[in-house]
């Protein structure tokens, strides 16, 4: 065991780090090839482990920053590679594409079973129709992954080009940042990429777990040297409001859960090449540490700082917000608590 | 970042694991597993064992007989055996004195002592909180006042852990009661409990137990050589064996073992001619305390991992401490739940060392609400939950 960055990790933070306190937006990352960083040698990357999307994500949220490397490299640009679509994975490790998985349906939450979106097979190809729920960076990107049922029930994985015809985007800002769009497809003509995706995307939501996580204990540890910074230098009733032992341990309390989720983003990270039992138990036990904290810590720090959090200019309530409504993507607390169990029961099963 | 065990971590887990498959007696096992007491005897069969494996003092060097075990060895010693349900490897001696020994001691005290202790020739037992000093602990009043050659001791001790076992004392006692701070007027010294004046009280607790004592000391004479260290030093030297204990205060083990007994329980118990365990409700509750302890315990191996690379042992053993006995706390409470309506009957005898009476209901009910009560001490004892948020916000968060 060893709990300790490798020195090629520790110098990508370090830059990583410097770029984003200047402010960098997706093409200042891409020329600093942050997303080789997230991509494995085979696939023109220099990374791509477990503890390599730990790391990024942890930093851009520490930064707070709003990028599209999820949307665009961990899922699409993810799913790409393991089809083999090089052409599209070049041109997202240049910067010159982004992406995003239109996958979720109205109706069903995080789960998108059974899925509505159908694939029908013409002369000509693949045609789409159906409906995908806010699909993130889908306004920015060019390269638009999207599942879809196929004709014999298998989940079939298509790449639809957002300039097709066909295909209606309905824009929307996000609260947390970035944008978003929900996406009717009506008979819209896609090229299939995989026809067995299941397993494929369930490793690569895996994945983006990871990366939320991971920005998520970035977004909490921002919080809490802003919360300490505000506990040291307000003062009321004639001393700093940190002195006062209320505080103190609900801070406390806030640090040991933020080490909590540290290690859950840890085993996560180290379990990410597993067998898929213990990978998805990693993954739902992550969700669950992370959306309850995240919960805990923008909430606590808001009461903490008192209507200061709440207001525009201050950097708290950014955060708090993208902190808070991480939980609304690839699943609640609720939803990955009742997943977790439900592979306990199917372990004792077999 | 490496999780995977080495090669020679998994063959020292095999090993353990063939060990406690031959070696621990079922006898003992079962009274762990069913939450009976333990009397003297146990315990020194379960250290005699490990003493003949070489086991018994896993965080001493060689050179003190101990197995030098590193930081995942023990992790993986103390995982297997309260999986094993092997009863605990008593601190007092190997864990809290005998480290400070080493350290502090003089060559003489090494050379008595630490074999004794090894040999459980002696049974120690801790000699800190006082009725008037429980978590303000430097506040502590009992008095050493040299007389020649010899202290004469007097004043109370509390909560003594075993006490009622033990020969010998580890205290901190007052030497200066005029020193500027309270903390600067202590010293650490060896008790004879045979000693005149001293008498052993137990405290009876509410789920039947008397593993805790009062020690009252009367003019005891101590000799002077039984000081630890230099007088008035007593406190760094107690500051110490805190991060002595430090490894084990997540409490990991036990909260496996404890979890693993819960599965079990959850399973058996039906509800509506089903097993709780499917109940969506109470599974939630089990899921949530796996997912805590999950990542517990690596946060333990975080800080272990820390510390054996020379980190100076911090506060992060306060944020073990809160929530590990959190964990554990909650694992007692579920047990007690999953119990239902069985957790109602006091069956005292069927906890008793010696009792023999068949339990009303499942062999698990007769210790399901006793321990739940008894587990509350986890976040009252080794500095209470509350002293340890202090701490952390303290040197940690520097409020």
């Known amino acids: ?350 | 970042m490496d999780l995977t065990l080495s090669a020679r971590d998994t063959a020292f887990r095999e090993e353990v694991r063939d060990f406690l498959r031959a070696e621990l007696p079922t006898r003992i096992s079962e009274k762990v597993r069913l939450g009976r007491q333990l009397v003297k005897d146990d315990y020194l069969e379960w250290h005699a064992l490990l003493r003949g494996r070489g086991w018994l003092a896993g965080n001493w060097p060689r050179a003190h007989g101990g197995a030098e075990w590193s930081a995942v060895e023990r992790h993986l010693f103390d995982l297997e055996a309260t999986a094993a349900n092997a009863p605990r490897i008593l601190p007092f001696g190997l864990v809290m004195l005998g480290p400070v020994l080493m350290k502090f001691g003089s060559d003489a005290q090494k050379t008595h002592y630490l074999p004794r202790i090894l040999n459980d020739d002696d049974w120690w037992c801790q000699g800190y909180s006082e009725p008037g000093a429980g978590s303000d602990l430097a506040s502590l009043r009992t008095s050493a006042v040299r007389d020649g050659d010899h202290y004469i001791v007097n004043g109370q001790k509390t909560w003594t852990t075993l006490g009622h076992y033990a020969n010998r004392m580890f205290a901190l006692v007052r030497t200066d009661p005029q020193a500027p701070k309270k903390q600067a007027g202590i010293s650490f010294l060896l008790i004879d409990m045979e000693s005149p004046g001293i008498e052993v009280r137990p405290i009876r607790l509410v789920d039947g137990t008397a593993e805790v004592n009062e020690v009252f000391l009367r003019d005891v004479r101590v000799p002077v050589e039984n000081l630890v260290g230099r007088e008035n030093d007593g406190w760094s030297i107690a500051k110490y064996l805190l991060t002595h204990e430090r490894t084990g205060i997540a409490g990991v083990g036990f909260a496996r073992a404890g979890l693993a007994a819960l599965k079990r329980i959850a399973a058996q118990e039906r509800e509506g001619g089903k097993p709780l365990a499917r109940n969506a409700l109470f599974a939630a509750r089990i899921a949530r305390v796996e997912i805590a302890l999950m990542a517990m315990e690596t946060t333990n191996l975080r800080v272990v991992a820390a510390a054996a690379a020379g980190q100076a042992p911090g506060p992060e053993s306060s944020m073990l401490k809160v929530k590990g006995t959190q964990i554990r706390q909650e694992i007692t409470d579920l047990i007690r739940r999953a119990t239902g309506p069985y957790a109602l009957p006091f069956q005292a005898d069927a906890l008793a060392p010696a009792g023999n009476t068949a339990p009303i209901g499942p062999d698990h009910a007769p210790a399901a609400a006793p321990q739940y009560f008894n587990n509350r001490k986890l976040s009252i004892y080794g500095g209470s939950n509350e002293i340890q948020r202090g701490i952390i916000s303290k040197t940690m968060l520097g409020l």
């Open chain 1, 1 to 350: 065991m060893d709990f300790t960055l490798s020195e090629t990790r520790a110098m990508l933070a370090d830059s990583l780090r410097g770029t984003l306190t200047r402010g960098a937006d997706w093409a200042a990352l891409a020329e600093l090839g942050v997303p080789a960083a997230l991509f494995t040698e085979a696939e023109g990357g220099y990374g791509g482990e477990g503890f390599d999307i730990a790391l990024v994500f942890e930093e851009l949220g520490r930064a707070g920053a709003v990028t599209p490397l999820l949307d665009t490299c961990i899922l699409a640009g993810g799913l790409l590679a393991e089809c083999g679509a090089d052409v599209q994975v070049a041109a997202i490790l240049s910067g010159e594409s982004q992406g995003a998985f239109a996958h979720w349906e109205p109706g069903s939450r995080y789960s998108p079973e059974p899925m509505q979106t159908a694939a029908r097979e013409t002369d000509g190809g693949w045609r789409l129709t159906g409906h995908k729920a806010v699909v993130v960076n889908a306004p920015a990107s060019d390269l638009i992954l999207c599942s879809a049922r196929l004709p014999d029930e298998r989940t079939g994985l298509f790449l639809v080009a957002s300039a097709s015809s066909g295909v209606e985007l309905r824009e929307t800002p996000l609260m947390g940042g970035g944008d978003a769009a929900e996406i009717i497809l009506d008979d819209t003509p896609a090229q299939l990429l995989t026809s067995d995706a299941a397993s494929m995307i369930e490793a690569r939501l895996a994945r983006a777990c990871l990366a939320q996580c991971a920005e998520a204990l970035g977004l909490m540890q921002a919080i809490r040297d802003l919360t300490l910074d505000y506990l040291r230098t307000r003062n009321q009733f004639g001393q700093p409001i940190g002195r006062f032992q209320a505080l103190q341990h609900r801070m406390a309390d806030m640090l040991i859960e933020i080490e909590q989720v540290r290690s859950a983003v840890i085993n996560l990270a180290g379990h990410l090449a597993a067998d898929r039992q213990t990978r998805e138990h990693h993954v739902s036990a992550a969700k669950v540490l992370t959306g309850e904290v995240a919960r805990l810590v923008s909430e606590e720090s808001i009461q903490m700082h008192g209507g200061i959090g709440l207001t525009e200019e201050y950097a708290l309530g950014r955060h708090a917000i993208r902190l808070s409504l991480c939980d609304h993507r690839f699943g609640d607390v609720d939803y990955h608590l009742a997943r977790f169990s439900a592979l306990s029961h199917q372990e004792n099963q077999s």
